[in-house]
């Protein structure tokens, strides 16, 4: 085993806590990161890429910014729960006071 882990500093915890505070704010990323590029693919493609990315157009959602519009609503769940917590935690301080 390392060091890290057995000489009892409490470094281990520590870097636990920071791997999760950097996992927590990295899901986040996902959603706007797929909106981000459904919106540059639309606004500078001139369709050439979807053309080898379709199956002869046979579907409603071929294509490049279908895929990243649905692959950004997948990834929404994360910020649902972040905004619903935040909307929890706020009526919650409201009714007290």
Same mark, same amino acid.
């Given at each position: 085993?390392?060091?890290?882990?057995?000489?009892?500093?409490?470094?281990?915890?520590?870097?636990?806590?920071?791997?999760?505070?950097?996992?927590?704010?990295?899901?986040?990323?996902?959603?706007?990161?797929?909106?981000? #590029?459904?919106? &540059?693919?639309? %606004? +500078?493609?001139?369709?050439?890429?979807?053309? $080898?990315? *379709?199956?002869?157009?046979?579907?409603?959602?071929?294509?490049?910014?279908? #895929?990243?519009? &649905?692959?950004? %609503? +997948?990834?929404?769940?994360?910020?649902?729960? $972040?905004? *619903?917590?935040?909307?929890?935690?706020?009526?919650?301080?409201?009714?007290?006071?």
């Amino acid at each position: 085993m390392s060091q890290g882990y057995c000489d009892g500093s409490g470094g281990a915890p520590r870097r636990n806590a920071a791997t999760r505070r950097v996992a927590n704010w990295l899901y986040l990323a996902a959603a706007p990161t797929f909106a981000t #590029m459904a919106i &540059l693919t639309g %606004a +500078f493609s001139d369709g050439s890429a979807d053309a $080898l990315c *379709s199956t002869a157009s046979a579907s409603p959602l071929g294509g490049m910014v279908p #895929m990243y519009l &649905l692959m950004s %609503a +997948f990834h929404l769940a994360p910020w649902l729960k $972040l905004i *619903s917590s935040r909307t929890w935690t706020s009526q919650i301080s409201i009714s007290r006071t």
